[in-house]
């Protein structure tokens, strides 16, 4: 008999946030590449969940564990932010309103192994109380979170020894990719902050209490497969997912 491989649900970006030239369609739902090596390495199936879905619920017995993907800035209206911020940069209603409501479905009724990467681990903390910086170089004008074009970066990351982050990782000192201009500022209730960047940036956020609620806010996709420490974000997913 061959075993099931676990099923990862990852979160798509919304309908026409990334242009994509096809002469036919307009619209398309997106998703880097690197998410979907990453959890077949790990011995996963990867499956894309798009926004709008209005009954996500029913993703939930279909899927064995889900990683909310990077993208576009949280709206802030759902941390009562500054909308007219010029800083602020494109949102998404739709995927919003999606990943909002199965967020609160994985927290309240279905203990689902999820990991959380950069938009995502912003939407995790707004989700759950929290709110967002919405430009850190005004926070820090030697932003080292972008490079000058607003683009990839990397940075050193220093993690907790003590988080389950860290021991997912094997190590508390990782050499991360980066391109983010917003960051967690409020804790959610919940949540604790498990690493650091130089600039006093929270990093990376979990929840105790919960079997697999990780949250990173760099983008270990992009350097999984030569980085093990990277990787092993992905292997750990399977493996919650495996028992789940």
């Not at 990077?70 to 995927?95: C, I, L, M």
């Not at 005004?138 to 982050?165: C, F, M, Y």
């Not at 929270?202 to 992009?222: C, G, I, N, S, Y």
């Not at 974000?233 to 919650?240: K, S, T, V, W, Y």
């Amino acid at each position: 008999m061959t075993h099931k491989k676990p099923v990862i649900g990852i979160l798509t970006e919304g309908r026409g946030d990334l242009k994509v030239d096809r002469f036919h369609y307009d619209d398309h739902y997106t998703c880097p590449a690197f998410y979907v090596d990453a959890v077949r390495r790990a011995g996963g199936v990867a499956v894309l969940l798009p926004p709008g879905e209005p009954h996500v619920a029913s993703w939930l017995p279909v899927v064995d564990g889900i990683i909310f993907s990077g993208g576009v800035d949280v709206h802030p209206d759902r941390y009562n932010g500054d909308r007219d911020n010029p800083k602020v940069q494109q949102t998404s209603q739709e995927r919003d309103e999606t990943e909002l409501s199965l967020l609160h479905h994985l927290r309240d009724n279905a203990p689902v192994p999820t990991l959380f990467i950069c938009r995502g681990m912003q939407l995790l903390n707004v989700g759950l109380g929290g709110d967002l910086h919405q430009h850190i170089p005004d926070l820090h004008p030697g932003d080292i979170h972008r490079n000058a074009q607003g683009g990839w970066t990397r940075q050193p990351v220093a993690v907790d020894a003590e988080s389950k982050l860290a021991s997912v990782m094997e190590t508390t000192e990782v050499d991360t990719f980066s391109g983010h201009h917003q960051a967690l500022s409020r804790i959610a209730p919940g949540l604790r902050a498990v690493a650091h960047a130089p600039d006093g940036i929270v990093e990376a956020v979990e929840d105790p209490d919960h079997p697999f609620f990780l949250a990173v806010q760099w983008h270990p996709e992009l350097s999984a497969e030569t980085d093990k420490s990277q990787q092993n974000l992905f292997d750990a997913l399977i493996r919650a997912a495996t028992k789940s």
